[in-house]
T-cell receptor
């Protein structure tokens, strides 16, 4: 079956612009996660959705970052007034249920480059 | 707060040799432990996980890891590596009893298998 799909795979933008990154999770997966991976670092947690609601957004670095999941499937990560420091690979993951010890299924990521 | 340390950023090894990738964690609560692998141009995928029970955990592709609570370690081992094992390996933890299954990742270890 289809895995987690992220679009676009690459996004180049200019400093100050607005970007949207899309994640299409595995069908039926209720839990969805966004991570950010900077060069030479491990993935860093941003936000977790259980269904339509953001159950944990403690990893969002500031109020320029926002994510939605209006129908409980596709999610969009939105970044306003992008800065060069936002350049990273943004990873999306889903799992059948939230909760303890569940495997996360990751997409291939969106490489964001802010010039 | 939890943290994960992977001291080796890169481990070169010859094909058919044994390998150990080190992982140490810090946490004030009990944890679940994971190893994920990232092949070039692919998403992260689960290798193995420790939730409870036997401290020796076997995963896919012949890898295994041993949980050592006293040393707060979860080292990954394989007795004989193949060229195809060349990838980035990430150790991760999540809270035992945590509702979000949020993973905290280490910085990763690049396993470079040489012929």
């Amino acid at each position: 079956g289809a895995g987690v799909s992220q679009t676009p795979s690459n996004k180049v933008t200019e400093k100050g612009k607005y970007v949207e990154l899309r994640c299409d999770p595995i069908s039926g997966h209720t839990a969805l996660y966004w991570y950010r991976q900077s060069l030479g670092q491990g993935p860093e947690f941003l936000i977790y959705f259980q269904g339509t609601g953001a159950a944990d957004d403690s990893g969002l670095p500031n109020d320029r970052f926002f994510a939605v999941r209006p129908e409980g499937s596709v999610s969009t990560l939105k970044i306003q007034r992008t800065e060069r420091g936002d350049s990273a690979v943004y990873l999306c993951a889903s799992s059948p249920l939230g909760g303890e010890g569940k495997e996360l299924f990751f997409g291939s990521g969106t490489q964001l480059s802010v010039l | 707060a939890q943290s994960v340390t992977q001291l080796d950023s890169q481990v070169p090894v010859f094909e058919e040799a044994p390998v150990e990738l080190r992982c140490n964690y810090s946490s004030s609560v009990s944890v679940y432990l994971f190893w994920y692998v990232q092949y070039p141009n692919q998403g992260l995928q689960l290798l193995l996980k420790y939730l409870s029970g036997s401290t020796l955990v076997k995963g896919i592709n012949g890898f295994e890891a041993e949980f050592n609570k006293s040393q707060t370690s979860f080292h990954l081992r394989k007795p004989s590596v193949h060229i195809s094992d060349t990838a980035e390996y990430f150790c991760a933890v999540s809270d035992y009893g945590g509702a979000t299954n949020k993973l905290i990742f280490g910085t990763g270890t690049l396993l470079a298998v040489q012929p």
